[in-house]
């Protein structure tokens, strides 16, 4: 059984900069995309971004595209997820997800396309 475990989740100014992490254990993830996405009070989940099993391919929502930088370390069985120049629209719980798929092609948006989801940490991001 796979366990995600996010952490770095915190209450941050405007404009500031917070990096996630997610630590799989139970098993190696190294050839399962993993993604990151966010549910804001009210609102549906929604996908941040994803990043491919090899770490050559990524995907972000428009939203966050040159804000965010996801990233992997396959050796450590972690994903990161590097947050800049924090909007309060940001402000969300933040959830790391694997892929259900092994070997996908390319990092993909769709929920039902993850089927290990952490716990999810706060980013809370005041104006």
């Known amino acids: 059984q796979v366990q995600l475990v996010e952490s770095g989740g915190d209450l941050v100014q405007a404009g500031d900069s917070l990096r996630l992490s997610c630590a799989a254990s139970?098993?190696?993830?190294?050839?399962?995309?993993l993604g990151w996405f966010r549910q804001a009070p009210g609102k549906e989940r929604e996908f941040v971004a994803g990043?491919?099993?090899?770490?050559?391919?990524?995907l972000y929502a428009d939203s966050v595209k040159g804000r965010f930088t996801i990233s992997r370390d396959n050796a450590e069985n972690t994903v990161s997820l590097q947050m800049n120049s924090l909007k309060p629209e940001d402000t969300a719980v933040y959830y790391c997800?694997?892929?259900?798929?092994?070997?996908?092609?390319?990092?993909?948006?769709?929920?039902?396309?993850?089927?290990?989801w952490g716990q999810g940490t706060q980013v809370t991001v005041s104006s």
């Open positions: 990043i491919k099993w090899s770490g050559d391919g990524t």
């Open positions: 139970g098993r190696t993830l190294s050839t399962y995309g």
């Open positions: 997800a694997a892929d259900r798929l092994r070997y996908r092609s390319s990092p993909i948006a769709t929920s039902k396309a993850y089927n290990y």
